[in-house]
């Protein structure tokens, strides 16, 4: 495994921090974790600027502002050259969360929000169904999502630079 941005100890404690609480001082983390305030900003300002860290986010709690369905998906999709147009126009749509592209049956997996089974009916009709080489979707609706992480266990970062 190439691990392009070495990661020590106190980096992944930092990050792990961020991770529950975006929101937290330098000043919190530093006296969580025993260090300075500045120790902790210079820290992060390098995370930032390699990558590491690509911005501080809000977990929004989707149901509870009136999008309580999600749906995944699989879009299958003609290829070529231009298919970069596809992701873009998978970018400019408001309903759409995330984009992977995938191997296998389909060409891509697209997670999408919904107020109700009519919007998401709406959006597969006139918006997914117009994407640059549509040629095929399949959707499945979650009944639940009992495990929605956000962010990566520092943990298992750490056991993978040991090895």
């Known amino acids: 495994m190439i691990l392009l941005q070495p990661l020590d100890d106190m980096d992944l404690a930092i990050l792990q921090s961020l991770q529950q609480n975006a929101r937290a001082s330098y000043q919190e983390i530093a006296s969580r974790l025993g260090v300075s305030r500045v120790t902790v900003y210079e820290r992060v300002r390098k995370l930032v600027e390699s990558g ?9 709690n989707a149901r509870r502002i009136g999008y309580p369905v999600t749906a995944i998906v699989g879009l299958s999709t003609l290829q070529g050259k231009e298919a970069y147009r596809t992701i873009e126009e998978f970018k400019k749509l408001p309903e759409v969360e ?23 009916q709406r959006i597969l009709l006139t918006k997914i169904d117009q994407i640059h080489g549509f040629q095929r ?3 499945m609706i979650a009944l639940s999502s009992p495990v929605e992480k956000c962010g990566i266990d520092m943990g298992r970062v750490a056991g993978d630079v040991e090895e």
């Open 98 to 120: 995330e984009v992977h592209v995938v191997t296998g049956r389909y060409d891509y997996l697209v997670k999408v929000r919904a107020r109700d089974n009519e919007d998401l």
């Open 137 to 139: 979707a399949e959707t």
């Open 52 to 60: 590491v860290i690509e911005g501080f986010h809000v977990r929004v």
